[in-house]
């Protein structure tokens, strides 16, 4: 069974950091695009970022680009989301997930397979 396990969330303040990260189990993310989503109270869940495979390329949501980072290390099987200058309205759950069925990785989540447990996001203004 593939499991993704999130981890890094928590509570900041507007301005600050935080770092999440995923690690996959059970399964090799070399031929996966991985991927952030987030679901803020209310709302549906949106894409934040993919990082596409085998060639790397980015996307990122307009509402983060420039303050998120994302990337992965296949050594640790394991992708990351560096978020900077955190604003309230980025309060949310944070979910990771892989898929393998596009050319390109896209902010789209019925197109993702497998999906970690979802991780809060906290920033108080």
């Known amino acids: 069974q593939v499991q993704l396990v999130t981890s890094g969330g928590g509570l900041v303040q507007a301005g600050g950091s935080l770092r999440l990260s995923c690690v996959a189990s059970?399964?090799?993310?070399?031929?996966?695009?991985v991927s952030w989503f987030r679901q803020a109270p209310g709302k549906r869940r949106e894409g934040v970022s993919c990082?596409?495979?085998?060639?790397?390329?980015?996307v990122y949501a307009d509402s983060v680009k420039g303050r998120f980072t994302i990337s992965r290390d296949n050594a640790e099987n394991a992708w990351h989301l560096q978020m900077d200058n955190l604003k309230p309205e980025d309060t949310a759950v944070y979910y990771c997930?892989?898929?393998?069925?596009?050319?390109?990785?896209?902010?789209?989540?019925?197109?993702?397979?497998?999906w970690g447990q979802g991780i809060q996001v906290t920033v108080s203004s």
């Open positions: 997930a892989i898929e393998a069925s596009q050319a390109n990785c896209l902010l789209i989540e019925n197109f993702y397979d497998f």
């Open positions: 059970r399964i090799t993310l070399d031929d996966f695009h």
């Open positions: 990082l596409s495979s085998p060639d790397g390329s980015l």
